[in-house]
């Protein structure tokens, strides 16, 4: 069964609001999450690490007051898009690690308009 | 950031035939994961390896972890059209722990004519 749970699968906002994605563990608990942003046609790229009780750890490049991510419980970890505009338009996945193994959600399709 | 050489880029085959692909890097990793992502969908997880030199099988699947801990190879025995698809390679520098970040590969995209 699905090891992580991600909300909502495609979501069209207008330019200038924020939108928020979650990320679920479903059946363990996770002191680290990870995101994803993908482009068409290409590889996935790390944003940030989430950390459970604690800060983001932040890519090089990535603004982290542009990509918010709050991870206050040990199963939900979520990304919030803030004043988008059409160039945040992109393929967002979460990740979790159980063991040593890496499940990914099923991502959210972001269209900014 | 980081990413594998993954190899080829693209594969249109005959339904039938066998597929190679494989991933290289200068660093050594302790962790080799292969993926398959359908459009608009998150990556799954197909073969996990974590020894240098292990040959790791899932039904017509096939992949192992190069003994120099640089490289990585899948192969699929046998295509079908449902194999359609693209395909990631995906490595934990050593090093780095057991729950620390992944690089990724460029992804080779797969397709299948019946």
């Known amino acids: 069964g699905a090891v992580v749970s991600q909300h909502p699968s495609r979501v069209i906002c207008k330019s200038g609001t924020s939108v928020k994605i979650e990320c679920r563990s479903l059946?363990?608990?996770?002191?680290?999450m990870f995101w994803y942003r993908q482009f068409p046609k290409q590889s996935l790229m790390l944003m940030a690490t989430?950390?459970?009780?604690?800060?983001?750890?932040?890519e090089q490049g990535v603004e982290k007051d542009k990509f918010l991510i709050n991870h206050a419980s040990l199963t939900l970890s979520t990304l919030t898009v803030t004043s988008a505009h059409p160039e945040d338009s992109s393929f967002y996945i979460c990740?979790?690690?159980?063991?040593?193994?890496?499940?990914f959600g099923q991502g959210t399709r972001l269209t900014v308009v | 950031g980081q990413q594998l050489n993954q190899s080829p880029q693209s594969m249109f085959i005959q339904e039938g035939e066998d597929v190679s692909m494989n991933c290289t890097s200068s660093?050594?990793?302790?962790?080799w994961l292969w993926y398959k992502q359908d459009p608009g969908e998150g990556p799954v997880l197909l073969i996990a390896?974590?020894?240098?030199?292990e040959l790791t099988s899932n039904g017509r699947l096939t992949a192992q972890f190069g003994i120099t801990r640089k490289d990585s190879f899948l192969n699929i025995s046998a295509s079908i059209p449902s194999d359609v698809g693209i395909y990631f390679c995906?490595?934990?520098?050593?090093?780095?722990?057991?729950?620390?970040?992944?690089?990724f590969g460029q992804g080779t995209t797969l397709q299948v004519k019946p």
């Open positions: 990740s979790v690690r159980r063991r040593t193994e890496a499940f």
């Open positions: 059946d363990f608990q996770a002191t680290t």
């Open positions: 989430s950390n459970e009780g604690s800060k983001a750890t932040y």
């Open positions: 660093s050594i990793f302790n962790t």
């Open positions: 390896l974590y020894k240098a030199g």
């Open positions: 995906a490595g934990q520098l050593a090093g780095s722990g057991n729950t620390g970040k992944l690089i």
